[in-house]
């Protein structure tokens, strides 16, 4: 049965990409119709397929529906990629249709409960605290150890790690989001004389590295790295930097004793050095002047002004003598997607059949890369393994999900709308805060929140 669930996958993927690519059918020249749109709102089923390929008495004991409420909407490949695994799971599932619920994503989970229309599972990015608050997971404990077949060793143990709460587990994570590769631009490095990148573990080794790129010559900027306040935005810069300095997770917020810690002294350090750096070599109205000298729909690194990036364009992979590395160890954390099963699921043991194999199979993490270039969150996967032979970038990839230990804090509230403006005017000095009054500050009005949010 799994055997030739492998052998359908490829197929009906590259008729799925046929429809994407808008390429005409073989039968005459005649274009295929495409299927209607769903309205907002509307719950989209997949059809289970007509011929289940044979029995299987252990899987054909599931059945029923299993409603999935999950991000990412109906563009493509979006959908190309969510119906393809349904169509996959059911090839092996015979008994069992997915049944995609899309009107308000995981948000409206709590709608969905109160109108006694319960979906099976929730797309979940770890164990999300309000939901949590309200009982809408299901600890999923109980069912890996009845199930026996998988547990904690199948997964990248941060992805697994986020979704563990007071030795409850709940949700399994799907994939992962290995964000912190940083690309040198080989010929700027061969014209400053630097044959090799050093080793980087530290904040100040990785400012000395960074700061030789920020060159002035008559009051005009000619060269730069990336700057560490902006990598992937303001948010992530100051998580990924404390990471660096060694604060974790939970000491940015423990969600057992619901302490808030962003005036932490590691925490604290960590935001001195950003200050200090930007301070030292970020003007932005000389990078301003930089930027208007490019050619059009060229950025820094393009156009050999940067030498460091962590932002990665077409061009770096088609034109350009690219070196790759990772972040320091440290300051790696996972991101990602999962799923959650909810509390008052009406089919529970199918629904866990869809997560493990979700989660799990190589047929779902294949799917799921060549539609969508998804990264699962499985330990190994041979056929990226594999892939990776050939490309050095997903080489990497999967080399940073083999260190990474870390990930975001479980917070229940969020930042200030201010956050970021704040922020920056510590780094750049026009506040009348320094990092240390600015994070003592921030740390009391969150603890006040959680407070409030828990009363």
């Known amino acids: 049965m799994k055997r030739k669930a492998i052998q359908v996958i490829p197929v009906m993927v590259l008729c799925m990409l046929i429809f994407l690519t808008g390429c005409t059918s ?84 709590p709608t969905y409960v109160a109108a006694n229309d319960s979906p099976d599972l929730v797309m979940t990015y770890s164990a999300m605290p309000h939901f949590l608050k309200d009982n809408l997971l299901e600890d999923l404990m109980p069912y890996m150890e009845r199930d026996g077949t998988i547990g904690k060793d199948n997964y990248v143990d941060a992805s697994y790690s986020k979704y563990v709460v007071d030795g409850k587990l709940y949700g399994l994570p799907w994939n992962v989001d290995p964000n912190f590769p940083l690309y040198h631009n080989k010929k700027i490095l061969e014209q400053q004389g630097i044959n090799e990148v050093p080793s980087i573990q530290t904040l100040e080794e990785l400012g000395d590295y960074l700061e030789q790129f920020w060159i002035v010559n008559n009051g005009k900027q000619e060269m730069t790295s990336f700057d560490p306040s902006s990598i992937w935005g303001t948010a992530t810069a100051f998580m990924t930097w404390s990471f660096l300095n060694g604060a974790t997770a939970e000491e940015i917020y423990d969600p057992v004793t619901r302490k808030v810690g962003y005036n932490n002294p590691k925490i604290v350090e960590a935001m001195e050095w950003m200050a200090d750096f930007y301070q030292r070599n970020v003007d932005a109205g000389r990078l301003d002047e930089l930027k208007k000298t490019l050619p059009a729909d060229t950025d820094l690194f393009d156009a050999n002004k940067m030498a460091v990036s962590y932002a990665y364009t077409q061009k770096m992979r088609d034109e350009m003598d690219v070196l790759f590395t990772a972040l320091p160890d440290e300051s790696l954390w996972v991101g990602g997607y999962g799923f959650s099963m909810v509390s008052t699921a009406p089919n529970k043991e199918s629904a866990f059949q869809f997560l493990k194999w979700l989660t799990t199979s190589e047929s779902a993490a294949r799917i799921s890369y060549d539609i969508l270039g998804v990264i699962p969150a499985q330990k190994s996967v041979p056929y990226l393994e594999e892939l990776a032979k050939a490309d050095p970038l997903l080489q990497l990839r999967l080399d940073i999900m083999s260190k990474v230990k870390k990930y975001p804090p479980l917070t229940p509230v969020s930042l200030p709308d201010t956050f970021e403006a704040d922020f920056m005017a510590v780094l750049n000095g026009t506040s009348s805060e320094d990092p240390q009054s600015f994070l003592d500050n921030l740390t009391k009005t969150l603890q006040q929140q959680v407070d409030d949010y828990y009363k």
């Open 26 to 109: 073989n039968n005459g020249g005649n274009t295929p119709t495409p299927a209607p749109t769903p309205d907002k709102g509307e719950e989209v089923t997949t059809p289970a397929p007509e011929e289940s390929g044979g029995e299987d008495d252990d899987k054909s004991q599931y059945t029923g529906t299993v409603k999935v409420l999950r991000e990412w909407g109906e563009a493509q490949p979006n959908k190309a990629m969510f119906d393809a695994l349904a169509i996959a799971f059911m090839e092996e599932y015979p008994n069992v249709k997915i049944q995609y619920v899309l009107d308000g994503g995981a948000g409206s989970l």
